[in-house]
């Protein structure tokens, strides 16, 4: 590779509106604004990684400071003196800076301190602080001090991957853009175009692979075609990216279902671990492990479904299908499949997603060593012999906490309601009797069935009150996340682990 070599994501990175890839609401949004002269004085741009913030918050400086009009425009010429200054990152009034290395209350006050005095090249003096989410307590305050009172001049631009972290006193005073994943579809478009500009010989199957592997993210797509193109010096095919991406093959797949439901805990994180540590995309196995679910649901004797021809398995992978099917029911594989879906949300929004995916393990098998009503009943006649069963008189327990409330769902077996309200409730104010939440997947059966969970298990009359708009809180495994992420894993599997002991016990 010669030596001028211009990274993709540098040398294709949107420079105006028009070009920004798959942010089609927020471009009709701040186009129009712009045109009708409604400039904010501060703007929070949140996505995840490569999604475009920077470069929107740059075309943003440009509109507002582009010397081809009289004033702000939606469209900036991109080859006056503002533009191309703001486009090199070199504009003496767009300060841009990097949270992550300005963390302390003195250095924001010092950038603040310059706030006052008029812009020197521009119409405005523009701050675009990035990953804005790092700053300390004490920094937030001395921006929020400028936010309340911003000088006319100033405008604000705040990105972060984390919004969650953001206070909500910043929050209010900011005009909130989510950047969203970008489509599979729109990556592959874009990168088909990159390719032939470039030269590039990229097979459609390979485009796939990769606009799949991006998971959302412009950068993350084009450096990987950057790498798959000095891998095989321009003719990018699929057999190729499968090599670079090392994506598990079915094979592997299958290998860690078994584990999962074998019941071994420590070795089936550790084939996440290997798996991960091998470079797989974790939303990747996660669509792999489902189409698993749901071949082996199709194949199993109970069902006598018939016709599995299409399945995508050799005849050694459906004689090992076959075998793992004799020993468990369906109850088990449709179960297995609910959380596996409950989990596609969770993995696109965490920040985390091995955690996530770990999380998602154990809870698997959790559910796996679970045994259905059915097998309840039919082990209730075993066990007339005369023995002292303490926990069998209904009784009554104390729940007097959000993360409380989880663990007793989890202790009842509420599996549904428990992954529910793990993922989307945001708790804002728990006391005895009463619970007011924001929930983000606006079930509108979710309180029904809570309520009536809690009156029978607590004794007590229960009031769900429902807050419309989130407060930002954390929900109980986000918080269980952060927790985890201080606190080695295994701990925490073995936790909910002695919860699949007590089960077994009632054999
Ligand atoms: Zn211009």
Known sequence: ??????????????????????????????????????????????????????????????????????????????????????????????????????????????????????????????????????????????????????????????ATTDIRKVPVTILSRCQRFDLVRVPVETLKKHFAKIAENEKIELTDAANELLARAADGSVRDGLSLLDQAIAQTGGH???????????????????????????????????????????????????????????????????????????????????????????????????????????????MQATGNQKQCFDMLVVRMMHIAEMPSVAEILKKQPTAAKPQPVPQSAPKKVAIASATDLASALQADKEILLYSYYTTNIEVLDFENGKIVYFDRGNDTDFAKKLTSWLNAKTGQIWTLQQDDSSKHAQTVTEKKNEELAADPMIADAMNLFEDAEIVNSTK
């Open 236 to 346: 990018v095919d699929e057999a190729s990216v499968l090599n670079m991406l090392k994506r598990a093959d079915r094979g592997v797949v299958m290998g860690l279902m078994e584990t999962i439901l074998s019941g071994d805990t420590a070795l089936a994180l550790e084939r996440v671990d290997e798996i991960y540590n091998n470079g797989a995309d974790l939303s990747m196995l996660l669509t792999d492990m489902m189409e698993w679910t749901h071949w082996a649901t199709r194949m199993h004797p109970a069902l006598h479904a018939g016709d599995c021809a299409s399945a995508p398995y050799t005849a050694d992978q459906r004689t090992k299908i076959r075998n793992i099917n004799a020993n468990i029911t369906l109850n088990t594989l449709s179960r297995l499949w609910q959380v596996m879906v409950a989990s596609v949300p969770e």
């Open 1 to 158: 590779m010669d030596s001028n070599y211009t990274v993709l994501a540098r040398k294709y990175r949107s420079q105006d509106f028009a070009s920004l890839i798959g942010q089609d609401v927020l471009v009709k949004t701040l186009t129009t604004a712009i045109n009708t002269g409604r400039i904010a004085h501060a703007y929070i741009f949140t996505g995840i990684r490569g999604t475009g913030k920077t470069s929107t918050a740059r075309i943003l400086a440009k509109a507002l400071n582009c010397l081809s009009t009289d004033g702000p425009t939606a469209t900036p010429c991109g080859v006056c003196e503002n533009c191309r200054a703001i486009a090199a990152g070199q504009h003496i009034d767009v300060m841009e800076i990097d949270a992550a290395s300005h963390t302390g209350v003195d250095n924001m006050r010092e950038i603040l301190d310059a706030v006052q005095y008029r812009p020197t090249n521009g119409r405005y003096k523009i701050y675009i602080i990035d990953e804005v989410h790092m700053l300390s307590i004490s920094a937030f305050n001395a921006l929020l001090k400028t936010l309340e009172e911003p000088p006319a001049h100033v405008v604000f631009i705040l």
